[in-house]
């Protein structure tokens, strides 16, 4: 049998969508899966063990019509048995018709985890699979060794901040407070030593300028390619973030996770395999899935769900847990 998965994007997505692959390969190890996904999340999953192939996409084409017919032609000849287009939108559409294979299931759309919806797509195309306990993502070795030496001289513990910021608009109640960040950064340090790394996109580099007031802190926003970013991930002792496509990837190895909640709802979105991780705030209009906040007055940024969370109530986390106990820092 040979699977084609369409994810183009987000990050969050196709890391979670690649459960599928996982899921099928269990059962038939002799299967052929190939995923299609955005050219720059490409070298992100490419090194699964679950994936055979990863067929990049041009973004920058994906409202170029001839693209998308050429595309599918080339799909066609795949000769795919099934196809899982897991987004409803007309370039998806085009592409799967175009590449005419035996079956289409679509994404399944039962209101569960993200992780738990695309593998109940595989089950609707294929019947009963098991279910795997974690996602898993392969890092190259090279990278990871680049990373190795990048942070080698910096003391532990390795707190990994990803605080966002490019999309304050477009994320309204996933974004935490600079002055937030700051304060828990420099606690973090103070109570525990260490260093605080700070990620994010080379379009987020300047803003993230401001947590240059964390002490013992050193700012990659903008120096990492996504699998790099993810090396490094896989090296932290707590990684932090709110509801992100970095979250996510961090969600696939064996750091711990701080995940911090305000719009969205982790039973939908939290960091998968990660139990009680997740950081709630406090306030009645929390999980409203909304993008664009009611409460906000003129010129605010950060939500009153997303304010409602403290630098305290992530450190008392940190302790009631015995996260950072000596047993389990790496080293």
């Known amino acids: 049998m040979k699977y084609l998965i369409i994810r183009l994007g987000a990050i969050g997505d196709v890391v979670h969508s690649t459960i599928i692959a996982q899921a099928i390969k269990n059962k038939d190890n002799n299967c052929e899966i190939h995923f299609l996904t955005a050219d720059f999340i490409k070298p992100l999953i490419e090194l699964s063990p679950f994936i055979d192939k990863v067929i ?91 990373i190795n030496g990048l942070t080698k001289d910096f003391p532990r513990p390795y707190f990994v901040f990803s605080p966002g910021g490019a999309n304050d608009n477009a994320r309204q109640g996933r974004i935490w407070a600079d002055e937030s960040w700051i304060e828990l950064g420099n606690q973090l340090v103070s109570k525990y030593g260490g260093t605080v790394f700070i990620v994010g996109s080379k379009g987020e580099r300047e803003h993230h300028k401001v947590f240059e007031k964390i002490n013992n802190s050193k700012i990659f926003s903008g120096e990492l390619s996504l699998e790099e970013s993810a090396a490094l991930y896989s090296l932290s002792d707590i990684f932090f973030s709110g509801d992100s496509g970095p979250l996510h990837i961090a969600g696939c190895f064996d750091c711990n996770i701080i995940a911090l909640y305000g719009s969205t709802n982790p039973i939908s979105v939290s960091p998968y395999g990660h139990d009680n991780s997740c950081i709630i705030p406090k306030t009645d209009c929390k999980f409203c899935e909304k993008r664009v906040c009611s409460e906000l007055k003129e010129g605010e940024k950060i939500t009153p769900c997303m304010r409602s969370i403290t630098p305290e109530m992530i450190l008392g986390f940190i302790e009631a847990r015995n996260i950072l106990n000596s047993e389990a820092q790496r080293v």
């Open 56 to 146: 990049p996409f041009d973004m920058k084409k994906s409202n170029n019509f001839f693209y998308l017919f050429k595309t599918g032609f080339k799909l066609l000849f795949e000769r795919y048995d099934i196809i899982f287009p897991l987004s409803n939108t007309v370039r998806n559409f085009i592409m799967t018709y175009f590449a005419f294979p035996k079956k289409i299931v679509k994404r399944n759309r039962n209101r569960v985890h993200a992780v738990d919806a695309f593998y109940n797509t595989a089950v609707d195309g294929l019947g009963e699979l098991e279910k795997p306990k974690k996602i898993i993502l392969n890092i190259n070795p090279e990278l990871k060794e680049k």
